[in-house]
């Protein structure tokens, strides 16, 4: 673990310019960032020595733009190199950032713009720029400076982004010294599941309280990559890939493209790979892919493997003591079958493998788990500036289904209506309003209410049943987990997504979506030809789905059984607004959306 400057007593009283100014003198030629330029495959990289001379510079174009302490700025842009520079030397500036997702809808933008006050917008491309330009010129909003990183047209009110570069130095760089370990580092709004985003303020101590306790709790090795592939306005991805790199001197890796993250971790190998319950499926699915197609012979032994590590990792899982002769057949399969078959993954480095801001299904974990792989599932808020619980194997054992134990400095307790309530140093400042203030979210004696519901075990593991506004009260007067059935029904690998529905009514029904990898590949086995279009209403596709709710239907209570369903065509994803930009079930748009489909599904 990588040394924090700090005082003895309290590593968080620094700030993040002073841990950057401590790796460009300490780790000058250690690599930094590396990006892709677009069309190529090979990597550029700056080391931490050139990272801090370019954000100097950066910060002294946004000075000279009239960016002053305590400034608002909005960036919109994708996992490039440009995005990480320019938060940080807006932070150098003394103003605070903000990620805008790139997916933004531009009632979604407008808010944010107006709602943070902010003078400074910077944008990748022209055709993002096209709304924000219309804001330039709004006397609601605020917003003075449009800068664009590619193909700017100063005709349209663009300010190019390399022209900061000629700015004449005038000393901005130097600000960062009056900067305190209270003073906001960002502003990040929630992906708004319903209603309008809220803007959780987070300041540099809050983020150096969470960086350095997660630090504690994951034994890294000295400097280890990162892979930054999700976005950055997500809290998740800026602790990971802008905050805990500046703790850990790490390297940080930009995958522009999410769609390529498959090809980018075997050239990466991280230690520490976080990805939400959807990313983990998708890479569960072409792992599937791949073996089925696999020879026999290989498969056979592969599959011989996978049953060791089950038997391994089943022990762990239950806190017991594994056989001494289990553990040397483990060793062995580890060793000749496994860990050549992670290293083509990118996975086999990795230390704490994560998933985060969904429940995980239980058969993608055990999926994982006999590949050697344990999936440990974390738990946390954009409030909480990131993780709040964790599994962790290395700290005391781990609970398949739950998401862990608390971090140090946090505390949990249950209300008597279930929700899980928050407290501790990495807790967020409040919500900022649109007066420039900062609401405190805590009652009186510190403690914040998450929203989720769940309950804690005997050995202090919490496990989280669902949202508190998303339990479904059937007709009935019946309490139920959507998410809990939900996860059950994917269980089948056919089934890709699910809503259940059933709020005020006599019982649960469910929208199901396919798929498209795994629905393919069962149909070609079968010597079904139909297309992935065609695939939704194929008669043996629908009997395969139809048993697949039935033995779900088995493992639920019958106020949790889906009576009936329909499955649906199409992936549910960001840009056609069923998931929100951090792959979040938007449940009241999926209702909006098929109000039809589902009032069909009630109807004798």
């Known amino acids: 673990m990588t040394s924090v400057p700090g005082t003895a007593d309290d590593p968080t009283n620094r700030t993040l310019p002073e841990l950057f100014l401590r790796n460009a003198r300490e780790y000058p030629d250690l690599p930094a960032l590396s990006w892709r330029e677009p069309g190529t495959t090979d990597w550029t990289t700056l080391t931490w020595s050139q990272a801090h001379d370019t954000v100097a510079v950066l910060t002294e174009g946004y000075a000279a733009l009239g960016v002053r302490p305590g400034d608002h700025a909005l960036l919109m842009m994708g996992n490039r190199p440009e995005h990480w520079l320019c938060d940080m030397a807006l932070v150098h500036a003394g103003a605070v950032p903000t990620t805008v997702y790139s997916t933004a809808a531009p009632e ?37 400076v449009l800068v664009v990183v590619d193909h700017p047209d100063p005709g349209r009110g663009h300010t190019p982004y390399t022209g900061l570069a000629d700015t004449v130095p005038a000393g901005a760089f130097e600000r960062w010294h009056d900067l305190t370990p209270d003073r906001l580092v960002t502003v990040v709004y929630t992906s708004g599941t319903t209603g309008d985003p809220k803007g959780a303020a987070i300041t540099h101590r809050q983020v150096l309280a969470q960086a350095t306790a997660l630090d504690a709790a994951v034994d890294l090795p000295d400097h280890p990559s990162h892979v930054c592939y999700l976005p950055l306005a997500h809290i998740a991805e800026r602790l990971l890939t802008l905050y805990l790199p500046l703790l850990r001197a790490s390297h940080v890796w930009m995958c522009a493209d999410p769609a390529a993250l498959a090809g980018v971790l075997p050239q990466v190998r991280p230690p520490h790979f976080v990805g939400v319950p959807r990313v983990w499926e998708k890479l569960a699915t072409a792992v599937r892919a791949r073996l089925a197609a696999l020879p026999e012979e290989i498969a056979t032994v592969i599959d011989s493997a996978r049953e060791v590590a089950a038997e391994y990792n089943g022990h762990l899982e239950r806190g017991e003591e594994v056989p001494a002769e289990l553990q040397e057949r483990y060793r062995g399969v580890r060793e000749s079958v496994l860990t050549p078959l992670l290293a083509r993954l990118g996975l086999d480095r990795v230390v704490l493998p994560s998933s985060a801001s969904a429940p995980m299904p239980v058969d993608v974990l055990r999926f994982w788990s006999s590949l050697g792989i344990n999936v440990m599932d974390v738990w946390g808020l954009t409030e909480s500036v990131g993780v709040a619980t964790l599994n962790n194997p290395a700290a005391g054992g781990h609970r398949l289904g739950s998401v862990g134990r608390p971090i140090d400095g946090v505390q949990i307790r249950v209300a008597e209506d279930g929700e899980v ?53 059937t007709s009935g007067g019946k309490n139920v987990s959507p998410a809990l059935v939900e996860n059950t029904l994917k269980e089948h690998p056919l089934v890709g997504q699910a809503l259940a529905h059933g709020d005020n009514r006599p019982f649960l029904v469910a929208l199901l979506v396919l798929d498209p990898e795994m629905t393919t590949l069962w149909a070609r086995e079968r010597g079904i030809g139909a297309g992935a ?35 649906l065509s199409g992936e549910w994803g960001p840009v056609t607004g069923e998931l929100t930009p951090s792959l979040k079930l938007r449940r009241r748009v999926v209702v909006d959306r098929y109000t039809k489909d589902l009032e069909a599904l009630y109807q004798d």
């Not at 944010?112 to 003078?119: M, N, Q, V």
């Open 533 to 567: 279009a065609e695939l939704s209403t194929h008669p043996e596709v629908l009997a395969e789905v139809e048993r697949a709710v039935a033995a779900a239907n088995a493992r639920l209570s019958r106020p949790e059984q889906v009576k009936r369903h329909r499955v």
């Open 108 to 144: 979604q933008v407008s808010y944010i713009c107006r709602h943070s006050r902010a003078r400074l917008a910077v944008v990748e491309n022209a055709d993002l720029a096209a709304h924000w330009e219309k804001l330039l010129h709004d006397p609601r909003t605020p917003l003075e």
């Open 421 to 473: 309530h928050l407290r501790g140093p990495s807790m967020f400042r409040g919500y900022l309003q649109a007066d420039g203030s900062v609401a405190a979210a805590v009652d009186e004696d510190g403690w914040f209410p998450t929203g989720d519901v769940g309950r804690v075990d005997d050995d202090g593991f919490l496990w989280i049943t669902d949202r508190k506004k998303e339990i479904i009260v």
